[in-house]
């Protein structure tokens, strides 16, 4: 479960200044806005809303906030009434007699109101607990005004006092929370689905795209807080369909460009702060996304500067990855250059990580083409090798399934990857995952929204909308149902439970792969729209 989690500490970098100050160039103006909150609420239990997940009941009317006087061991919680990205300030004051010892007070963010239930101490997963969002601080001297000096991802505020004295109480007064994303909410296109429910989920995915919006795409505000490879192309997919705010994903692929090792790898994400840095972390799929992101980019700006800048450090990702290709056509993927495809290790991914190959190889030599690379040829070439090869050995004709050689496994990722890279004829695509779905539904294993869009792209391939819609809908929406602002990094509907990292308290709540659904439906499902 953890192999995203790599320590490479003999890789020698190459930073290209030329690309990475053309990043710099397209580095987006944060906008900022004050948020008050709508209510002071309690968290109840609520049965309908399963993993743990209870009710945010309004308790009082946020304009009686200072006369809530609070002592040990007391707490109240504020709602913002949506998820928002920033910092919080407040007023805070004693009440009684003279303040004769400090006051010790402990603030928790919370995305979703089962974080404000769950208890911190008892976390014990393999991410690191400074993630969890709630700071402990002491004042000396009251009134005083607090301002918090991180940036907090959340719709939750608890305040609790840890300690006052017997002789005073605390008044909270002006709390203030200025949310911060590059774009707003004014840059969308000015229409509305006619299918309601779709329309409910295009909305939270806009908020989480929004959110997730800031220096750079980020994979998750509350945490990570930096450029994936495989989050910027589903983001770039949606803002492509939103917002449009094509310099993000401009400054996103030149980062990317711009900092690979000394063979020419790209990592698969890149640390912002405090200086441009690119992780140690590889992902076999993470680096042909690169490929994939810049064409669909160029399709989108037909930017021909940045296509002769970034070819290049495409180029190099396609014959890496060709190194692990045989003759025969066979990908043979290493242990040191894992491909990721879900957080689920569930199944196994070779099958799916040979689609992946011939996805981002038919898109590669697209460019190739423009480009009027020599080698075009070759491409094509080793391109028809990996077709054939999947064709050949990994297609049970039998079942008109796709297999995983090696043991002869038949899961959904396989199908899917397959389906998307297109090798087979329109007709034979609806036939596999229509066995796919007798077989293999409902789906169980799929740890992610990230899977779950591919998984309706594919139907949305093979032609087969009434089951893309049903799946966006049984998916996403039931996130909604459970009470869902944004939408959220992993998700398993038949265990809401699931984390990657060994307890919910960890994952993030508002993250970029999972907000693909304006993309699928604006693309290849919109069938009526109201302006």
Known sequence: ??????????????????LLDKADRNKPEILKSKIQPVAIVEILPDEKKINGYKSAVTKTKIQHLPQVLLKRDDSIILDLG???VGTFAIDIQSIGSPMDAPLFLKVKFAEVAAEIAADSAAYDGWLSRSWIQEEYIHFDVLPTTLKMPRRYSCRFIELSVVDTSPKWQVSFQNPVFTAESSVTMEQLPK?????????????????????????VFEDGPKRDRRLWLGDLRLQALADYYTFNDVRLIKRGLYLFGGMTTSEGKIPANVFITPQLTPDDTFLFD??????????DYIQHTNDVEVLEDLYPVAKKQIDLALLLVTEQGKLCLQDEWPVFIDWSNDFKKNTAGHGVMIYALKRFVELAKRQEDVQLQFYQEKLAQLVAYAKDYLFDATKNLFI????????????????????????????????????????EGIATPYTYHHVVEAFCIAGMKKEAVTLIKD????????????????????DPNFSPYGSPIVNSYCHAWSCTPPYLIRKYLLTKINK
């Open 404 to 443: 995983v050689a090696e043991n002869e496994e038949i899961n959904i990722v396989s199908q899917v990857w397959m389906i998307l890279s297109e090798i087979m004829p329109p007709e034979m695509n609806k036939k596999i995952l229509e066995n796919t779905v007798k077989t293999l539904f409902p789906i």
């Open 286 to 295: 993470y680096s042909l996304f690169f490929v994939t992101t810049l064409f």
């Open 82 to 84: 949506d998820h928002y």
């Open 1 to 18: 479960m953890t192999f995203t989690y790599q320590i490479n500490d003999d890789v020698v970098w190459n930073k290209d200044k030329k």
């Open 475 to 494: 998916y996403w929406g039931k996130m909604i149902d459970m009470g869902a602002d944004t939408f959220w990094e992993a998700f398993k509907p038949e």
């Open 191 to 215: 229409d509305t689905l006619a299918d309601a429910e779709l329309e409910a989920i295009c909305n939270v995915s806009v908020k989480t795209l929004m959110d997730c919006m800031q220096d």
